[in-house]
């Protein structure tokens, strides 16, 4: 069974670079997309992007100028970065395992945007 | 895609049947999850591919619907089923969600 882990900084400030990993065991990294999702306090989900084992990607048109998703095939992971943050990007961050309309979730991370 | 997921919120009893619906402003075939949030925790799948049940989901969640209109359906509802339950098609590589649906304790 796939496990995902995300990790990463819990606190950028205004203006920098947010980064996290994902890192994926348990299943095969082939033929699957693998996406980011973000939750904000109180709020619903938003998918940030997702990025196919081949290397093709495709962002949500809001986040687009902002989001780089990259693969790291060798260490099983997959990468998120979002530049320029604010305090709009506080939230819950999810990376997940896509198949269709099944979706393998990490347990989270929470990041806080914060000077 | 955008897509409406109705009601935003629900009351209900242990032992009543309730439905949620989503609807994707244009057809996605039948690429539809249903996905159930607890508090703190992250979204688990209930049903997939608009109809197909989890294994270890409890029978008493169906899902049904096909294009533009899909109805998730709690019939019976449990203490463990109060929780909040989201929508979710994958299209074009894009995967949208729908806003939510807070099913409360009456």
């Known amino acids: 069974q796939v496990q995902l882990q995300e990790s990463g900084p819990g606190l950028v400030k205004p203006s920098e670079t947010l980064s996290l990993t994902c890192s994926v065991s348990g299943g095969s990294f082939s033929n699957y997309y693998w996406s980011w999702i973000r939750q904000p306090p109180g709020k619903g989900l938003e998918w940030i992007g997702n990025i196919h084992s081949s290397g093709n990607t495709k962002y949500n048109p809001s986040l687009r100028s902002r989001v780089t998703i990259s693969l790291d095939t060798s260490k099983i992971q997959f990468s998120l970065t979002l530049t320029s943050v604010t305090a709009a990007d ?24 914060s000077s | 895609i955008q897509m ?6 629900l009351s209900a009893s242990v032992g009543d049947t309730v439905s949620i619906t989503c609807r994707p402003s244009q057809g996605v075939s039948n690429d539809l999850g249903w996905y159930q ?63 939510g649906t807070r099913l409360e304790l009456k």
């Open chain 2, 4 to 9: 409406t997921q109705s009601p935003s919120s």
């Open chain 1, 90 to 113: 506080t939230a819950v961050y999810y990376c997940a395992r896509v198949l269709g309309s099944w979706l393998d979730w990490g347990q989270g991370t929470l990041v806080t945007v």
């Open chain 2, 37 to 99: 949030q607890r508090p703190g925790k992250a979204p688990t799948l209930l049903i997939y591919a608009a109809s197909k049940l989890l294994s270890r989901v409890p029978s008493r969640f169906s899902g049904s619907g096909f294009g533009t209109n899909f109805t998730l359906t709690i019939s019976g509802l449990q203490p463990e089923d109060f929780a909040t339950y989201y929508c979710l098609q994958l299209y074009s590589f894009s995967i949208t969600f729908g806003q």
